[in-house]
Structures are given as structure tokens and as C-alpha cells.
């Protein structure tokens, strides 16, 4: 009878794995993901506000469950989101960028004015704790590229009073100062220009973010930071090998200097093969498309004409945390899963109200409740508190980084 019945919860497991539906989160990892704090490095619900045209939250209310999109209010709460930097992206080639970001911004204070139970906006570590004690969920403001500082330092400055704090150097494309991971080297990294935005994103208390910048930009990125550096949503080159993941010498980088590289969940950025397939379709792309315009809409036409693509897994996924953790310890892990912001999620990971299920493999790996706090939120809380505590004694050591204008300056 015994066998009968574990044949038959056998059968329901295969079943229910051939239907592409996970297995239930256990008891135990529900239990460790709710007592850990969950502060997740990048989502784009700002910009898929943007896309849908309502800026001010009049059509789309995320306080309801919604049919579509990966992010709202309940699944945030089923995912046990406690913290989370909300990314205020900005495509490279987007006019007037500085002006796109602060409304990127200002959507990000209407969320939270508009829902103050649940949201309220965190500057430092110390609110992000006492936000997530209080029951809300901590939000942050991240600055996805650049180009939103329009090559001026005075404009990274009033994005840090703002609230921002983190900018990922790069999009997609070269900066007249940075070079991205998806385009041709420019620059070998970072320009001059380049290294005092890094150094002056550390007087600021900004986390430099790595994600999406070339090897070189990295490894300037690392060279030239004072304080912890973050990868809000990358995964590990080693394990798939697309070119925006990050390779095994810089990870090693990373632990030097106690930086966090927060895991990507896109599909392309986890599953192996599929890696491989976006990156030769890429450069067969590229070399037939040499402008970024022509480019883009070629890989956009190849997403389309390639609807059956393989789908990641929760295991592809814990595959890349394993060999980080294996490389240069638990200490240097975090979560980005980049919802509202990927087309193609792993099995089971199909929004976020599915983190738990990621823990649950991780207790199965055999992580400890303590590695798996440190994954969920505590490894980046310790970065950004320690870039915090860099940047107040920077700001009493070092003058801000300050330019003339070019020009004469108007008369009056
Ligand atoms: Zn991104």
C-alpha cells in the first residue's frame, strides 16, 4: 500500500514537473525566506509604467493581482519582497535623457505616495532595515545607464539628492565615456571622464553598478571604486556564456572588494545553451548590421522569428549562484531578478511571487538558512551600508568633482 502511494506521489510529481509546473515551496523554505530580507536589485516596473502609458497610476492598479506583467502588490507580498531598487532605466539613445530619468523618478515617489502602506523610499541601509521591520517594502531608486547624466557630474548630483543610489554605468551601448558589454570597444573601459563619475558616485554613497558594462569597464570600475561595487542583474559568464555576464577574473575581483553580483533571472542570461544561441545570432547579426539602429531591430526581428527558444530553469538559475559561491564564497551573491524588464523567465521563476521557490532549491543544494539570508538581501545590505559609511568620510576628505563649462560663461 506504502509503495502504491509513493508510486502514485511519484507520478503526480512527474506529471506535475512534464506540465512545467514546479513543486509546491516546502513548509522550511517558506519559513527561511520569510524570516531572511528579501531586497532584490533591479526591476522595471517603472518602465513597463512607462510603455503602458500610465504614468500616474490611473489605468493599472497594482494594489489588484494583474493578469499580465511580472510585478504588483500581492505577488510582491506572496514573493516576500522586503526591499527593492526599483530601476529607472533609460534607453542609450532616448532624447533628453537627464529629463526621461527624473520622471522615471518622480514615477517611483508617486508609487509610494500613491500606496504609502506598502511602499515608503529608503536613501540608506538603515531604512531599508527599519522600512522592512515596519512591514513596507524598502524602495530605492536605481539608475539604469549612463547617458541619464548627460556627461555632466552636476547632473549625477542632483539624481543622488534625488534618491538615487545606484547607476549602472552602461545600457546596452558605449557612453562617450564607458564602454557596454553588448557593443564594440571604444574606450578599453572607462575614460578619464569615466573614472571621476566613478569617484564621484562614492562621495555620493551611489553604488557603482556593473551589470551590463564591458570586461574593461569592469575591471576599471573595480580598479578605480573606493567602495563596494554592485552587478544589479548579472549572472556568471562561466556558467552561460553571454557576453553581459560576468567572467570568472572579475568575480574574483568582486570579492576583493567586497562587492555583490546580484543574479539576473532572464532565461538568455541563465540557460547555457541559450546563451550560446542569442551570442552567435549576435555577431552574425552584427557583422551584416554594423549600425546600433539596424542592429537592434535585426535582433528584435530574430526574437520574433524565434518564439520556440528554450526556457531556463529554478536549477539553471542556482547553478550560477553554486558557482559563484564556489568561486569566491556566499559572501559576494545577491538577487536581480530583473522582472518586468525580461521576456523570457525560467520555469517557475514567472514572477515575483515566485522567490520562494528559489530558496527551496537552494535548501535542497544544501545552503544553510544563514547562506540563504545572505543570498536573499544581506550580502547587498552590507555593501550599501558599507558605501554609505565610505562616502561620509569622502565627503568630509574630498571636494566634489567639479567642471568649468567649456564656454564662456552666459553674461547677464
Ligand atoms: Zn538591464
Redesign the pocket.
Known amino acids: 500500500m506504502r509503495l502504491v502511494m509513493l508510486a502514485l506521489i511519484a507520478t503526480g510529481l512527474v506529471a506535475q514537473a512534464l506540465a512545467g509546473e514546479p513543486a509546491e515551496v516546502s513548509e522550511r523554505a517558506r519559513k527561511i525566506h520569510d524570516a531572511g530580507l528579501l531586497f532584490d536589485g ?1 526591476n ?1 516596473l517603472p518602465y513597463r509604467l512607462r510603455k503602458a502609458g500610465d504614468m500616474a497610476f490611473s489605468k493599472i492598479d497594482i494594489s489588484k493581482r494583474l493578469s499580465d506583467g511580472h510585478t504588483d502588490i500581492p505577488r510582491l507580498r506572496e514573493g516576500g519582497v522586503k526591499a527593492q531598487f526599483w ?1 529607472v ?1 533609460v534607453p542609450s539613445e532616448q532624447k533628453n535623457p537627464a529629463r526621461t530619468v527624473t520622471e522615471q523618478i518622480d514615477l517611483v515617489y508617486r508609487m509610494i505616495e500613491k500606496y504609502p502602506d506598502v511602499f515608503e523610499l529608503a536613501i540608506s541601509a538603515d531604512d531599508v532595515e527599519r522600512i522592512a521591520k515596519a512591514g513596507k517594502i524598502a524602495s530605492l531608486i536605481g539608475i ?1 545607464g549612463g547617458v541619464a547624466i548627460e556627461n555632466d557630474l552636476a547632473q549625477l548630483r542632483a539624481f543622488a539628492t534625488l534618491g538615487a543610489r545606484y547607476m ?1 554605468l552602461t ?2 551601448d558605449n557612453l562617450d565615456w564607458a564602454d557596454a558589454a553588448t557593443d564594440a570597444p571604444a574606450h578599453d573601459g572607462l575614460t578619464p571622464f569615466g573614472e571621476r563619475v566613478v569617484k564621484e558616485m562614492n562621495r555620493l554613497g551611489m553604488l557603482v553598478d556593473i ?2 558594462v564591458s570586461p574593461a569597464t569592469m575591471a576599471d570600475a573595480l580598479r578605480v571604486s573606493k567602495a563596494p561595487v554592485i552587478a ?2 548579472s549572472n556568471a559568464y562561466a556558467i552561460a556564456a553571454h557576453v553581459r555576464n560576468v567572467p570568472d577574473n572579475i568575480l574574483k575581483g568582486v570579492k576583493q572588494n567586497g562587492g555583490v553580483v546580484m543574479i ?1 533571472f532572464s532565461s538568455g542570461f541563465v540557460h547555457p545553451g541559450l546563451a550560446k544561441t542569442i551570442m552567435t545570432a549576435r555577431k552574425e547579426l552584427r557583422a551584416t548590421h554594423p549600425d546600433a539602429e539596424s542592429f537592434g531591430k535585426a535582433m528584435e526581428a530574430w526574437y520574433k522569428e524565434h518564439k520556440e527558444l528554450p526556457h531556463g530553469t529554478i536549477s539553471d538559475v542556482a547553478d550560477h549562484i553554486d558557482h559563484i559561491k564556489n568561486l569566491i564564497g556566499i559572501d559576494h551573491i545577491g538577487l536581480g531578478a ?1 522582472y518586468d ?1 525580461v521576456t523570457s523567465l525560467p520555469v517557475g521563476l514567472d514572477d515575483v511571487s515566485t522567490y520562494p521557490r528559489l530558496t527551496d532549491e537552494l535548501l535542497r543544494r544544501g545552503y544553510s538558512e544563514s547562506d540563504i539570508h545572505k543570498i536573499l538581501g544581506g550580502n547587498v545590505l552590507r555593501a550599501f551600508r558599507k558605501a554609505g559609511e565610505i562616502a561620509k568620510t569622502l565627503q568630509k576628505t574630498t571636494a566634489p568633482e567639479v567642471d568649468q563649462p567649456a564656454k564662456e560663461v552666459d553674461k547677464h
Do not use: C, R, W
Open positions: 533591479h522595471d530601476s532605466y539604469e549602472t545600457h546596452n551589470s551590463h544589479s542583474h539576473n530583473d524588464g
